[in-house]
């Protein structure tokens, strides 16, 4: 199958399969072959499942010929991070450990699959979801299909990599300080953290509960949809405005924008003005963007610990040396410190529904920068701009500009209210028809 073949939108590849043009075993087929002879370079992928997945194919490919498939979805291929729980597929959350979990797979697989998607296996991630580069000390490094010598992102980069290189069409990640959105953003996929208890957590290995999502990444925005509506069982109707309000969320000068970003946003800027929609600068003064980053790390590191305390029976030495320091720290966190950052965040909370009384969608980088270098240390700022979401519990798109100072796309982010996940994706669909992404 032509390279070409491999990136096909959902609309492409259904349209593909009713006029006989392909059919899901032998896509699949395809895919399984390309991600065998690939994986052993890229490292997207720790796990894959050749027999269910040729069988649910073989179905697919039945009610295809029969002229009654399920819907969009049918016969498209997804793949899952190694901290989600599917039937029959072992459960490691990019540890060494396997993980003793209730067989039944998690909801929003069990709802895709019944719509027919065809899971592929499962995906490469950093070590507990604790980590924003995916170079993992048991299954390897994952590299990024745009330029091998760049981070692919974490925790989730492995979803990042295998969408970006084709290699299954959507692929879903959890995102606890911006493990979806930085990986799309350095990967150039599109990436999605849900407002919470937009899909449900059970089945996934949690990190920190009051800040983890589970959403999609995908290489299209129409496909971001299709997979969130069948994975949320959400309807996204069209967009009920013409004009937007847009909010450009100022930071720090210390978040060092590259020239990329400077310039993309300034497109993004011009776009939406020559669009007639609203665009303003708005304050977020209640917000820290550095304090606020450190408050949802102290957060992460006491949840995680007490998690994989119970995972490993109080055994953390058989995590990493480095994951060992970094939950030995969260188990020896004062009261006092835990109090004032789970204020902190309800302070955030609060406030969060303020900012949305005079804008629809605020506007923000996901990181400084393109995708660093696998050699360079990350910044510890990098995800100051992300993390405001998993404190807020506020749904955010993270979306890729090109640009012609970097062969890296820059990635930027829209965040919208709480609960209103529909509303924001109808808003970034409408933005995207009038070719204000690019």
Not at 112 to 129: F, S, W, Y
Not at 297 to 314: H, I, K, P, Q, Y
Not at 324 to 349: H, M, N, Y
Request: with cysteine.
């Amino acid at each position: 199958m032509p390279a070409s073949q491999f990136t096909l939108t959902i609309s492409e590849r259904y349209r593909a399969y009713t006029q006989h043009q392909s059919d899901p075993v032998t896509f699949v087929q395809d895919s399984l072959d390309r991600i065998e002879g690939e994986n052993p370079f890229f490292r997207s992928f720790v796990y894959t499942d050749r027999t269910n997945a040729l069988a649910h194919a073989a179905a697919s490919a039945a009610r295809w010929r029969e002229g009654r498939p399920k819907g969009p979805l049918d016969g498209m291929t997804f793949a899952i991070k190694d901290n989600m729980v599917c039937a029959g597929m072992p459960t490691f959350a990019g540890s060494q450990i396997k993980l003793g979990l209730t067989p039944k797979s998690q909801v929003f697989v069990s709802r895709l699959q019944r719509a027919g998607a065809i899971l592929l296996g499962k995906l490469n991630m950093d070590e507990c979801a604790f980590g924003i580069s995916t170079q993992n000390p048991s299954w390897g490094n994952c590299l990024n299909p745009l330029d091998t010598a760049r981070s692919p992102g974490g925790s989730s980069g492995g979803s990042a990599a295998a969408v970006a290189a084709g290699l299954c069409q959507f692929a879903f990640g959890t995102d606890t300080m911006g493990s979806i959105r930085m990986p799309a953003a350095y990967c150039g996929t599109w990436g999605y953290k849900p407002s919470w208890k937009a899909a449900s957590l059970k089945g996934v290995v949690p990190l920190c509960t009051s800040l983890d999502s589970v959403g999609p990444l995908s290489r299209s925005l129409a496909d971001l949809c299709a997979a969130y509506e069948v994975f949320a069982h959400q309807k996204i109707l069209p967009a009920d405005r013409d004009v937007i309000r847009v909010g450009v969320a100022g930071l720090s000068p210390l978040f060092q924008l590259d020239e990329a970003h400077q310039q993309g946003l300034q497109t993004l800027l011009k776009r939406l003005s020559a669009q007639g929609h609203h665009v303003m600068d708005v304050e977020l003064p209640e917000w820290d963007p550095e304090a606020d980053r450190r408050q949802a790390l102290l957060l992460t590191v006491v949840a995680g610990a007490r998690v994989w305390s119970e995972f490993t029976t109080n055994d953390l030495g058989r995590l990493s040396p480095a994951l060992q320091r970094a939950f030995d720290c969260g188990i020896t966190v004062s009261a006092e410190k835990i109090q004032l950052a789970t204020g902190r965040q309800r302070a955030l909370i609060r406030a969060s529904h303020r900012w949305f009384q005079d804008v629809d969608l605020i506007l923000m980088p996901v990181t400084p920068t393109v995708a660093p270098l696998q050699s360079e240390p990350v910044a510890s700022h990098t995800a100051q701009a992300c993390c405001l979401a998993n404190l807020t519990g506020c749904p955010a798109i993270s979306f890729p500009v090109k640009t012609p100072l970097s062969h890296l796309p820059a990635g930027f982010q829209l965040v919208g209210p709480r609960g209103r996940d529909a509303h924001l994706l109808a808003l970034a669909s409408k933005l995207q028809g009038q070719g204000i992404f690019g």
